[in-house]
């Protein structure tokens, strides 16, 4: 378990990175449609993004309640890198894939690997 704490809160989020075991078994296309299926749980229907707000609502659902405002804009201004103030689609699944250590890890020891390969390849 990992400890997460809110923007200068007293409050410690533990949550567990299950998105390596969650690739081992879904696979590639089958996390990503997953982390997808996340986004449409917190987002904003209307906009089609996640906004503060609709963080703020939605956010219980997956037993997260108990952030505060301050928590959830934190959450946003690390994903957002297009500094529109909301997140995308595409702006939360690379969070959530810069969030799980054992996914960064793991894609880490893949490129690592296929640079080796190539190097190799070259070399032959």
Known sequence: MDGVSGAGNDIAVEFED???AMAGKLGGKGLIRELCN???????????VITLESL????????????T????????RE?????????SQIEFCVLMFRL???LMDE?????????????VRRRS
């Open 56 to 67: 703020r609502r939605n956010s219980p659902l997956l037993g997260l309640g108990e952030l």
């Open 18 to 20: 299950c998105l390596p």
């Open 100 to 102: 799980s250590p054992g």
């Open 107 to 119: 894609s880490r020891a893949c490129f690592e690997h296929a640079l080796v390969a190539e190097s």
């Open 69 to 76: 405002d301050d928590d959830l804009a934190c959450m946003l």
């Open 79 to 87: 994903g957002d890198v297009d500094g529109d103030g909301f997140l």
């Open 38 to 48: 996340g986004f449409e749980l917190l987002m904003d229907r209307e906009r089609r």
